[in-house]
Each structure stands twice: as C-alpha cells, then as structure tokens.
DNA sequence: AAGATATGAATGAATGGTCATTCATTTTAT
DNA sequence: ATAAAATGAATGACCATTCATTCATATCTT
C-alpha cells in the first residue's frame, strides 16, 4: 500500500537529511514536511505518527540491506570469508551514506525504549546472518567448537558497531573501508598473538 | 562545594531510581523532586538544569568506578589477567545495582548528542585503562605486536558494552558474572579456533 | 540571656515556549 | 461530479524553569 507512493519515500529521504544536519530535537515535524515539499498534514497520511516515520526509515534502509547481505554471504563457502563481506559490507553501507550513517549510530538511538524493542525487530534479521556464520564456523571447523553463539555474535555486532560510532564521532576523518581487513582479523583471532596473522 | 552537600546525593540518587522506574521520558524534573523528598526548585540550586543531573549522574557513579579500577589492575602483572579483571569488575559493576545499569545501558543514550560528549569526557578515563592493558600485551608478547590500539580498544568496549545491554534488554534473565571467562577468551583468541582454549 | 536582625536554603505555583497532531477546506484526478 | 489526496493554520497538552515568598538557623546587640 505505501511502499510505492513517491511521496512516502520522499519524506523518508527527507527525515534522513532533516535528522543528520539538524539532530534529533530539531527535527521538528514541520521541518521535515517543508525538506519533502509536503505539507505538514500529508505525513499524517503516510505515517502513524512521528515515532512511525523513524522506525520506517530503518525499516526501509535497514531492511533492504539484510536482504543483499545474505544472499552475497550465501555465495561464500568459508565462516572467515563471510565474515569478511559482512564485515565490508557493513562498513560499505554506512560509509557511502554518511547522512544515514549518523542517523543510525547516532541520531536513532535516542529515541525511547519502546522504539528501540521496535528497531531491534529490524536489526534481528542482520544478527541472524551474523549466528549462521558463527554456527556454519563452528561447524566446519574453522571456529573454537566451544563458542557461545550468542556471546560471539555480541562480539562481532559490538565490535563493528563500535568501530562505526567512532567513525563518525570523529567526523569520518579516515577511511572506514580500510579497516575492513584488522577488524576482521581481531575478530578471528582476538588481541592474543597467533600463528596465522594473514588473512 | 557540592560534594558533600547531602541534598546533592539525594537528588542524583534519586534520579537514578526515577529514570530507570519510569524511564528518561516520563522522568520530569517534578517527579525526581518528589522522590528526592525535595521541592521542585530545589534541583536548581545543586544543578544548572536538567541534563546536567543526568551528566552529573554519570560523573559521580563512573568517576569513581574507574579510579577502583586502576587501582586494581596496576597491581596486576599480565596483560591477559588485567583485561581478565577489567570485564570482570566492569560487569560486576552494572550487575551490583540494576538501576544505575538500566541507566547507563538504556536511558543515558537517549540524550542529545552534546551531552553525549560530555558524556564520552567521563569514559576517556575509562578507555585509557583500556588502551594501557593493550600496550602492555602489546610491548610484553601477550598480544599481537601489531595490533592497532584504537580497533583493540573498540572491540573490547565495544564487545563489553554490548553484553551488558542485551543483558538488559532480555531482563537480566541470566547472571552476567558467568559470562566473564568467556567473554575474555573471546577478546584474547577471537571466534578462531585456538590451541589455548583454558584461561 | 533574650531579643533583634540577617542569611540563604527551600518552596511550589505560575509561566511561557515548543511542537505534534487535527481537521475544515482546497486542489487534483478519474 | 465524485472521490481521493493534500493543505497548513489552529489547537492544546506538556514540562522545564523561574522567582516571590517562607522559614529555620546563625550572628549580632544590649
């Protein structure tokens, strides 16, 4: 029904600019309804309400992102080498968007709890690819079979996710993709010394 | 000047109750009065304004908690036993009172981004311990020599920080002190499977 | 020692500015 | 001509902050 009306993601595009270059507080619902063109009403025909306008704008930009990353991560046979493009393609997506990048590592997150249980919905998804990789390690092998999924997955989503909010904290000062490679390889083998330093 | 004023410990602790009870938003400054057992323009003699009870909040219940925490760890010799005791006492720390973790983990994160740097003040001190445990792996062979500090530092608080909070958000459902052998193998040896799997 | 005076901590009702949301009306499409 | 979509001014709820006033305690005066 509203997926493919111009106008509902003309004030989602809108939210996401109006947010990052304002921050959260002014992002007043005018302001958002002037960014799109629209007046003021119209987002209370596409939208609940205010809250609803952020949970779908990661819905929508979150949503299509899981679904590309797993079918790339299915074509990889080895638990290292997916986690490498999930890896990458996380830092991809934030980096070639900086406005949605600091909307979603900084902006999103003070919205309340009861929207944060709404987005963590969305991010469910995501942590299901990181646990298949995880468990398809295990499996194989290639990880320590006596790993704590969830604990792991902790790990790696903590982990990227700290790297990004750092990122931007610092104004995206240095390039996010080439930390691709030490991320992935302090996730493999922790901050002990090993054999097996290359990727 | 403000520290041993009672009423100034009052209304932080205070505080802590009432935002982790009915959350940041339903946290009015009225409300943080009454359970202070204060009037209302009371708060405005010990605190410029609200967020500064939040900042305040923060200083005085992690100032401390770093200071123990370096303490401790200068009397501990190895790398790995120093980050041993650090995930411990950090998680020791949130476990012991629910409030003040529902607080740092949920509520603090909704303030606007200009607190959140004053915020980020308060946990450099925190971040420079961390930076110190893997220098010292780092210079004494524990670790991987070429590690970069900063990515090390990020999966560590990143990966911490990360257990605590879904550990909030599943209410607390499981003990979080078992959860700090595991949780420092990772850090040490990574998902990748490891000859040393015993601490 | 008793009263007079000063201090400043504490009070809480009143204020004022902000914005999300509504809805009567207009515009556009079929 | 009818329905659907869009408008934007008006509304009203909310809540941080203020400030005139009270009151308990300390200090001074005789």
Redesign the interface.
């Known amino acids: 029904m509203k997926r493919n009306k111009p106008k509902y993601m003309q004030i989602i595009d809108a939210a996401v600019t109006v947010i990052a270059e304002n ?3 002014a992002a007043q619902v005018s302001r958002i309804a002037k960014a799109a063109g629209v007046a003021d009403g119209t987002i209370y025909l596409y939208f609940k309400n205010k809250e609803d306008i952020l949970v779908s704008l990661f819905e929508e930009k979150m949503g299509s992102f899981v679904g590309e990353l797993e079918n790339k991560i299915s074509k990889i046979s080895t638990a ?1 080498e997916k ?1 490498h493009k999930l890896v990458e393609m996380h830092f991809h997506h934030l980096a070639s968007d900086h406005h949605l990048a600091i909307v979603t590592q ?2 999103l ?5 009861e929207l ?2 709404r987005i ?1 919905g969305v991010l469910k998804g995501y942590l299901a690819v990181v646990d298949h990789i ?1 468990k398809t ?1 295990m499996e194989s ?8 999924v ?3 997955r ?10 990004v909010t ?1 990122w931007i ?1 610092n104004d995206q000062k240095y390039d996010l993709l080439q ?1 691709v490679n ?2 992935h390889q ?9 054999q097996s ?1 290359l990727k």
């Open positions: 921050g959260y507080h290292s986690l900084l902006e997150r003070q919205s309340n709890i944060r249980v963590n995880v390690g092998g290639e990880f320590n079979p006596g790993l704590d969830r604990l792991a902790q790990m790696i989503f903590g982990t990227i996710d700290e790297t750092s904290m930390l030490p991320v302090l996730l493999i083998n922790g901050c002990g010394y090993s330093t």
